[in-house]
């Protein structure tokens, strides 16, 4: 089935690389006018241009989610250029590198707002469009970090992201069943991703492996803690988002969605 998205206004947060890249490339096939939101904006623009390369429609819009004024700026700017909003996908998020009780409170405030109250903001300045378009859909990015730790022997081999990644991805949870309550009055649906070990830059530290030719420490991981072998993919994701994004899911709202090879399935 092609043009799933044809005539809607979609945002993609974080839309730069990885997982927003794969999504924004998506949106654009099926038909969707893409409005492309990072810090990054040399990033941003490559994908921009690889969109419009394809035959779709992107615009990137410079934004930091985790400054308010940015975001309504930015958001404003996105309903302007397209006449409206009725997509929006929360992909823009991160991780310190300290592990509790190690971590500062300046990284614990910062992945906290750049995860959670990052999309606070964006969904609250893009609730008011979606409104006026009748409905709409919201994808927030959670994490298998909301849902499963990890034993003494995992931190040992394979480390772990920070205390305030985990908490702020619980949050991304329980804020997506709040607004899809909310979003229930004006005929707009709010579900979650959360994503096992996706073969993205930012989760590799930008390669697959090691020089010496072993595995990397993020295949082992997943070889580990799969059910299905071998790497989850952003499009892995991206394809979800699209099925969330799509009237195909028109009765499913609250969601939160592990797409991870089968790890949730052995807790």
Same mark, same amino acid.
């Given at each position: 089935?092609?043009?799933?998205?044809?005539?809607?206004?979609? %945002?993609?947060?974080?839309?730069?690389?990885?997982?927003?890249?794969?999504?924004?490339? /998506?949106?654009?096939?099926?038909?969707?006018?893409?409005?492309?939101?990072?810090?990054?904006?040399?990033?941003?623009?490559?994908? @921009?241009?690889?969109?419009?390369?394809?035959?779709?429609?992107?615009?990137?819009?410079?934004?930091?989610?985790?400054? @308010?004024?940015?975001?309504?700026?930015?958001?404003?700017?996105?309903?302007?250029?397209?006449?409206?909003?009725?997509?929006?996908?929360?992909?823009?998020?991160?991780?310190?590198?300290?592990?509790?009780? &190690? @971590? +500062?409170?300046?990284?614990?405030?910062?992945?906290?707002?750049?995860?959670?109250? *990052?999309?606070?903001?964006?969904?609250?300045?893009?609730?008011?469009?979606?409104?006026?378009?009748?409905?709409?859909?919201?994808?927030?990015?959670?994490?298998?970090?909301?849902? !499963?730790?990890?034993?003494? !022997?995992?931190?040992?081999?394979?480390?772990?992201?920070?205390? +305030?990644?985990?908490?702020?991805?619980?949050?991304?949870?329980?804020?997506? !069943?709040?607004?899809?309550?909310?979003?229930?009055?004006?005929? %707009?649906?709010?579900?979650?991703?959360?994503?096992?070990?996706?073969?993205?830059?930012?989760? /590799?530290?930008?390669?697959? /492996?090691?020089?010496?030719?072993?595995?990397?420490?993020?295949? @082992?991981?997943?070889?580990?803690?799969?059910?299905?072998?071998?790497? *989850?993919?952003?499009?892995?994701?991206?394809?979800?988002?699209?099925?969330?994004? +799509?009237?195909?899911?028109?009765?499913?709202?609250?969601?939160?969605?592990?797409? &991870?090879?089968?790890?949730?399935?052995?807790?």
């Amino acid at each position: 089935m092609a043009n799933r998205l044809d005539g809607k206004i979609a %945002i993609v947060t974080g839309g730069n690389s990885g997982i927003g890249a794969s999504t924004a490339h /998506t949106f654009a096939r099926e038909g969707a006018k893409v409005v492309i939101m990072a810090r990054r904006e040399e990033q941003g623009r490559t994908v @921009e241009q690889s969109i419009r390369d394809a035959g779709g429609t992107a615009t990137f819009i410079a934004c930091d989610v985790a400054d @308010e004024q940015s975001v309504a700026a930015a958001v404003n700017l996105a309903a302007n250029t397209y006449g409206g909003i009725h997509l929006l996908f929360n992909n823009a998020g991160g991780a310190a590198g300290s592990t509790f009780p &190690d @971590e +500062s409170t300046d990284e614990w405030n910062r992945v906290i707002t750049t995860n959670l109250t *990052g999309t606070f903001f964006v969904s609250r300045a893009v609730w008011p469009h979606l409104i006026e378009a009748g409905g709409g859909a919201v994808i927030n990015m959670s994490s298998l970090a909301a849902q !499963r730790g990890f034993s003494p !022997r995992m931190l040992e081999d394979f480390g772990a992201t920070s205390s +305030s990644y985990y908490a702020a991805k619980a949050g991304i949870d329980a804020l997506t !069943r709040y607004m899809a309550g909310v979003g229930g009055l004006h005929n %707009i649906r709010v579900n979650c991703v959360r994503p096992g070990q996706i073969l993205t830059p930012g989760a /590799t530290g930008g390669t697959s /492996t090691d020089p010496d030719g072993g595995h990397h420490v993020f295949e @082992e991981m997943f070889n580990y803690a799969q059910i299905v072998q071998g790497p *989850g993919l952003p499009q892995d994701v991206s394809n979800l988002v699209l099925f969330l994004a +799509s009237e195909e899911s028109r009765f499913i709202s609250g969601e939160i969605i592990n797409v &991870d090879g089968g790890v949730a399935a052995k807790i």
